[in-house]
């Protein structure tokens, strides 16, 4: 069965009940995972820059991984994956792939598939072979194809 990862761009999206959140409400009902690491991303965003309080954003985060989307810890082969992956296509200031970021490629796996808004994300997860689902960012923008 095809793992369907959403990076957290998506879920703060979603989260954040921007207009692409019913896009996203759609790709839930495909029983998708999110990787821990990028769980940690989505409370960083909620807190550094959506304002939410910590306590309050772990809580949603929690209620969102208890209810929508099974979180999946990072195993050590995940982690060395996502290790390789991004030494092998980070680029600075050309492919701005985060560490993050290649966890969730490394969690979906080649045959797998990440929801994303992510242009360096997305770029990185097909040359890995892994499907993408390109998502409208905040600002309604799509990685290109």
Same mark, same amino acid.
């Given at each position: 069965m095809e793992r369907l990862v959403? @990076?957290?761009q998506p879920v703060v999206t979603?989260? !954040?009940?921007?207009? !692409?959140? @019913?896009?996203?409400a759609e790709l839930l009902r495909r029983e998708p995972v999110?990787?821990?690491?990028?769980? +940690?991303?989505?409370? @960083?965003v909620?807190? /550094?820059? /959506?304002?939410? +309080?910590?306590g309050e954003a772990q809580a949603v985060v929690l209620s969102f991984l208890d209810e929508l989307a099974a979180p999946v810890p990072v195993s050590l082969e995940i982690a060395l994956d996502a290790g390789a992956i991004r030494g092998a296509a980070y680029l600075r200031h050309q492919l701005d792939v985060s560490l993050a970021d290649c966890v969730a490629i490394a969690t979906a796996g080649p045959g797998g598939s990440v929801a994303t808004s992510d242009p360096a994300l997305a770029t990185v997860a097909r040359a890995e072979g892994v499907e993408v689902i390109a998502l409208p960012d905040s600002r309604g923008r799509r990685p290109p194809a």
């Open positions: 959403l @990076d957290a979603f989260l !954040a009940g921007e207009p !692409a959140a @019913d896009e996203i999110m990787s821990v690491a990028n769980a +940690a991303e989505v409370v @960083d909620l807190v /550094r820059l /959506r304002g939410f +309080a910590a």
